[in-house]
T-cell receptor
Framework: EDKVVQSPLSLVVHEGDTVTLNCSYEVTNFRSLLWYKQEKKAPTFLFMLTSSGIEKKSGRLSSILDKKELFSILNITATQTGDSAVYLCAVSLTSGTYKYIFGTGTRLKVLA | GAVVSQHPSWVICKSGTSVKIECRSLDFQATTMFWYRQFPKQSLMLMATSNEGSKATYEQGVEKDKFLINHASLTLSTLTVTSAHPEDSSFYIC????????????FGDGTRLSIL
C-alpha cells in the first residue's frame, strides 16, 4: 500500500528559529513529491521535486529530495509568525491519473 | 496562472438535506478532477477521482451513493452529499491537474460543510 509519512506531527518554535520538516514515502511508480502550506483554506503550493539532490529555494524556504532513501525535507530559516500553518507533503504517481497521496501533515506554530 | 474555483465556501444545513458543491477550472480544461475530505487536524483524504464523460472512481470506503459525482463538462465537476448527516460535516476540497505532469495540481478554496 502506498504511504506518505511526515514528522514531526507538530512543532512549536520561536521567531527566528530554523525548522526542518520531514517527509518519507513508500510508493510504487513515483513521479514527484510536492510540498504545500495550508492555513485556513485550501493548500498553497510551495515546491515540486522530481530529481534527487537538487535543492529548490524560495526565500526562506528550501527543499530537497532523496530518491534513494525515499524522503524529502523542507527547511524554513528565520521563522516568522506568518509561517504558522500545516505543511503537507504529497507524492504524485506515474500510474493512472495525476493522483496525489498526502502525508499526515506537520502543524507548525511560530511564537513571537 | 491556472485557477480552480469552488462554490460555495460555507454551507450550513439541516440533517437529511442534500448539498451540491461545484468545482470549476476557470482557464484550462480538466478531464480529471479530484475530491478530498479533510476532518479537523487531519490531512487530506482522497474521496474520488472525477472523470469527464464517465463514471467517477471512488476510493475504498467511500460510499458512491452517498457522495454523487458528476463531471459533465471539461470545466465543471460537482459533488453532491446526499441525505447529509452530522458525521458528514467536514472540509471538502477539489483539485484539478492542468494536464502537464510538470505542473502541480490546482486546488479550490474548499467548502466547509456543517450539518445540524
Amino acid at each position: 500500500e502506498d504511504k506518505v509519512v511526515q514528522s514531526p506531527l507538530s512543532l512549536v518554535v520561536h521567531e527566528g528559529d530554523t525548522v526542518t520538516l520531514n517527509c518519507s514515502y513508500e510508493v510504487t511508480n513515483f513521479r514527484s513529491l510536492l510540498w504545500y502550506k495550508q492555513e485556513k483554506k485550501a493548500p498553497t503550493f510551495l515546491f515540486m521535486l522530481t530529481s534527487s539532490g537538487i535543492e529548490k529555494k524560495s526565500g526562506r524556504l528550501s527543499s530537497i529530495l532523496d530518491k534513494k532513501e525515499l524522503f524529502s525535507i523542507l527547511n524554513i530559516t528565520a521563522t516568522q509568525t506568518g509561517d504558522s500553518a500545516v505543511y503537507l507533503c504529497a507524492v504524485s504517481l506515474t500510474s493512472g491519473t495525476y493522483k496525489y497521496i498526502f502525508g499526515t501533515g506537520t502543524r507548525l506554530k511560530v511564537l513571537a | 496562472g491556472a485557477v480552480v474555483s469552488q462554490h460555495p465556501s460555507w454551507v450550513i444545513c439541516k440533517s437529511g438535506t442534500s448539498v451540491k458543491i461545484e468545482c470549476r477550472s476557470l482557464d484550462f480544461q480538466a478531464t480529471t478532477m479530484f475530491w478530498y475530505r479533510q476532518f479537523p487536524k487531519q490531512s487530506l483524504m482522497l474521496m474520488a477521482t472525477s472523470n469527464e464523460g464517465s463514471k467517477a472512481t471512488y476510493e475504498q470506503g467511500v460510499e458512491k451513493d452517498k457522495f454523487l459525482i458528476n463531471h459533465a463538462s471539461l470545466t465543471l465537476s460537482t459533488l453532491t452529499v446526499t441525505s447529509a448527516h452530522p458525521e458528514d460535516s467536514s472540509f471538502y476540497i477539489c483539485s484539478a491537474p492542468t494536464g502537464n505532469s510538470n505542473q502541480p495540481q490546482h486546488f479550490g478554496d474548499g467548502t466547509r460543510l456543517s450539518i445540524l
